[in-house]
């Protein structure tokens, strides 16, 4: 069974910044799109970035210009790099990967467990 775990919540002030890791493990042979979503309180989870195999990315709104999603497919492993952190950046965030494993030819969705990111004014 695929896990995902993330690391690198915690609590920063706002201009602040944080690197946030989500590594796999399980067998795996092969992951597609990665992503990174969060959920703030009283919210519905969004879209914070997302990331092709072959490093084509894409960006919430409310991030562009200071958020920075990479990959390393060696490692199965991706990262958000956060920077310039807002009150309203404050949420758990959640790693997302499109995993294909042995003997089933599709892709499907695999989520982490979260990890909180607070952002003190």
């Known amino acids: 069974q695929v896990q995902l775990v993330e690391s690198g919540g915690g609590l920063v002030q706002a201009g602040g910044s944080l690197r946030l890791s989500c590594a796999t493990s399980g067998s795996i042979i092969r992951i597609n799109d990665m992503g990174w979503y969060r959920q703030a309180p009283g919210k519905q989870r969004e879209l914070v970035a997302s990331?092709?195999?072959?490093?084509?990315?894409n960006y919430g709104d409310s991030v562009k210009g200071r958020f920075t999603i990479s990959r390393d497919n060696a490692k199965n492993t991706v990262y958000l790099q956060m920077n310039s952190l807002k009150a309203e950046d404050t949420a758990v965030y959640y790693c997302?990967?499109?995993?294909?494993?042995?003997?089933?030819?599709?892709?499907?969705?695999?989520w982490g467990q979260g990890t909180l990111v607070t952002v003190s004014s």
């Open positions: 997302n990967a499109a995993v294909v494993q042995p003997g089933d030819y599709r892709a499907l969705g695999v």
């Open positions: 990331i092709t195999r072959g490093a084509t990315t």
